[in-house]
């Protein structure tokens, strides 16, 4: 982040927010260090502060500083659906199932039924990822959301820690790369060949035990940006 204005400070911050640098709970940097990187004075530094409180991407804790609001929970509608794609790009669901858990997920979530939602990410007439996620048949009885092909609005984390009230971390995030397999061609409409593509996996916890998985399959020339989740 390089010295500037209020508004710099603003736009840098949320940012910082949107793409994930600064996860949802973690701590803004002191009034100092950021006085330090804008140049600006301390009363600067609290607008600046205050601006982005009234927009409900931080919040203070008495005596102990100002977080990272869970942006998740503000996010409805077309500008969730915009934190997902890229301009140009459109999400297609494919399925929302019961089915029971591939053995990897089940390493997870427990073996015996849960609910798989897929989806895929494109580009005119490309497809540029394709993703499923496993989620523990248990928080469909508390998001019966999760049975429907559609996204949930905001996300079914989101909606599950609002209506339990226990939070929703992703604990892990691994990356890794394969030869793709024949259910990875078909989901990414890729024409026959060989073909190396990269893979996400996302694991998603509350109150202690593992209520979800997900696995991102990128088509082959897909940017990404991989980031580790904060330490819950």
Avoid at 86 to 97: A, K, L, M, T, Y
Avoid at 123 to 151: K, M, T, Y
Avoid at 155 to 167: F, K, L, M
Wanted: proline share 6%.
């Amino acid at each position: 982040m390089s010295a500037g204005t209020v508004a710099k400070m603003v736009d840098d911050l949320r940012q910082l927010i949107h793409e994930g640098e600064l996860q949802p709970h973690a701590q803004l940097p002191s009034t100092r260090a950021l006085m330090n990187t804008y140049g600006l004075s301390d009363n600067a530094v609290y607008r600046a502060v205050a601006l982005l409180k009234s927009d409900g991407y931080v919040y203070s804790r008495q005596g102990a500083g100002v977080f990272v609001a869970d942006r998740r929970a503000l996010i409805t509608g077309a500008e969730r659906i915009g934190g997902i794609t890229r301009p140009g790009e459109q999400i297609e669901w494919r399925h929302s199932i019961r089915t029971d858990a591939p053995d990897w997920v089940a390493g997870y979530i427990g073996e015996g039924e849960c609910v798989e939602r897929a989806r895929v990410v494109r580009r005119g007439s490309i497809i540029r990822e394709a993703s499923r996620s496993w989620v523990h048949r248990d928080i469909a009885a508390v998001v019966p959301e999760l049975d429907e092909p559609a996204p949930c609005n905001p996300t079914w984390q989101a909606i599950y820690q609002e209506r339990s009230g226990d939070p929703v971390d992703n604990t892990s995030r691994a990356a890794d790369a394969r030869i793709a397999t024949a259910d990875d061609m078909a989901a990414l409409e890729l024409t026959p060949g060989t073909y190396a593509v990269l893979i996400v996996r996302n694991v998603y916890s509350s109150a202690g035990r593992v209520i979800g998985v997900g696995e991102i399959v990128c088509a082959p020339g897909r940017p990404v940006e991989l980031k580790s989740p904060s330490p819950s």
